[in-house]
T-cell receptor, first 116, second 114 residues
């Protein structure tokens, strides 16, 4: 059974703080993704990584950075949190080469971040 | 980059009736189109997907159709049940592999009325 876990379900931070969100997967997936989910805007890709130490910008990378030092772990960093970064953050992972044509992205439970 | 539009944003149907959700995409190179279902308070999960070399795919009460020429694809749910109530997201990708990024639509909140 695929498990993608995120470090916190709820997080409250102050404006200007540095925030770390961590994601861990146990399926040996090559790819990991960070999305933010906002009502009416769907899932928007912030960054993704297709290998250790590799990263690619998604559609909304401004104000965020990422780190992938180990295959199973992908961190999202908000260098200086702002109120417009209040959102639900979802991590996901997937294989590069599908098993049985399955390219599913497996999502974590999400972290609801509030910046005050 | 790719742009995916999804309609309607909300949909209510009587239990037992059919529901249809439609998406259009802009990148003619996109060739992989998954649908994810997110129940209240839960994580999104893949329910069905289709590749551009196939026009239709079915899995029990769920089907997806693809019109490459018009660049749109649709999710069809027949004989709807209360457990079908959820938010549904369509997505598109150029991916021949799982390391290509998905662009998601804005979601459709489906409510099944008992």
């Amino acid at each position: 059974d695929v498990k993608v876990t995120q470090s916190s379900r709820y997080l409250v931070k102050r404006t200007g703080e540095k925030v770390f969100l961590e994601c861990v997967q146990d399926m040996d997936h090559e790819n990991m993704f960070w999305y933010r989910q906002d009502p009416g805007l769907g899932l928007r890709l912030i960054y993704f990584s297709y290998d250790v130490k590799m990263k690619e910008k998604g559609d909304i990378p401004e104000g965020y950075s990422v780190s992938r030092e180990k295959k199973e772990r992908f961190s999202l960093i908000l260098e200086s949190a702002s109120t417009n970064q209040t959102s639900m953050y979802l991590c996901a992972s997937s294989f590069t080469f599908a098993r049985w044509d399955n390219y599913e992205q497996y999502f974590g439970p999400g972290t609801r971040l509030t910046v005050t | 980059g790719e742009n995916v539009e999804q309609h309607p944003s909300t949909l209510s149907v009587q239990e037992g009736d059919s529901a249809v959700i439609k998406c259009t995409y802009s990148d003619s190179a996109s060739n992989y189109f998954p649908w994810y279902k997110q129940e209240l308070g839960k994580r999104p999960q893949l329910i069905i997907d289709i590749r551009s070399n196939v026009g239709e795919k079915k899995d029990q009460r769920i089907a997806v159709t693809l019109n490459k020429t018009a660049k749109h694809f649709s999710l069809h749910i027949t004989e709807t049940q209360p457990e079908d109530s959820a938010v549904y997201f369509c997505a598109a990708s150029r991916g021949n592999f799982g390391n290509e990024k998905l662009t998601f639509g804005t979601g459709t909140r489906l409510t099944i009325i008992p």
